[in-house]
């Protein structure tokens, strides 16, 4: 919106100022779930803890693969895993993203395809 508001100031040769910017869903999380930092104060104090989101929730635009038990071990310790051994064999794009769980449905990390290997998505 800024950068509209900027382009189109500059086409009629003069400037612009936006006033007010209001963001109604980032990321999959809606305007309403938002709460005041006094809010998310007395929720904590009070023991509620019911309004926290996984980690997972975040990537949840990224199709998933879930991996065996050793594969798991070996991947959240930074080793690459040959997508041939995974489920992504012939459905693997150069590059593509996706969320990687264990077998008992844990979020491990984001991994992203590299050539024959997936690895740790590192730039999250």
């Known amino acids: 919106m800024r950068t509209i508001i900027d382009d189109l100031a500059h086409a009629l040769g003069t400037v612009g100022v936006m006033t007010d910017l209001v963001r109604y869903e980032a990321c999959g999380y809606p305007l309403d779930e938002c709460m005041t930092l006094d809010e998310l104060r007395q929720r904590i104090d009070s ?14 635009s990224y199709d998933e693969v ?44 984001l991994g992203i395809i590299d050539g024959e290997v997936l690895k740790l998505y590192k730039h999250f």
């Open 47 to 60: 023991g509620d803890r019911s309004f926290l989101h996984s980690v997972e929730s975040i990537f949840m």
């Open 66 to 109: 879930v991996v065996s038990d050793k594969q798991a071990h070996r991947f959240v310790n930074g080793n690459p895993l040959d997508i041939v051994r995974t489920p992504l064999r012939g459905r693997a794009e150069d590059k593509k993203i996706f969320r990687v769980k264990d077998r008992q449905g844990a979020f491990l990390s």
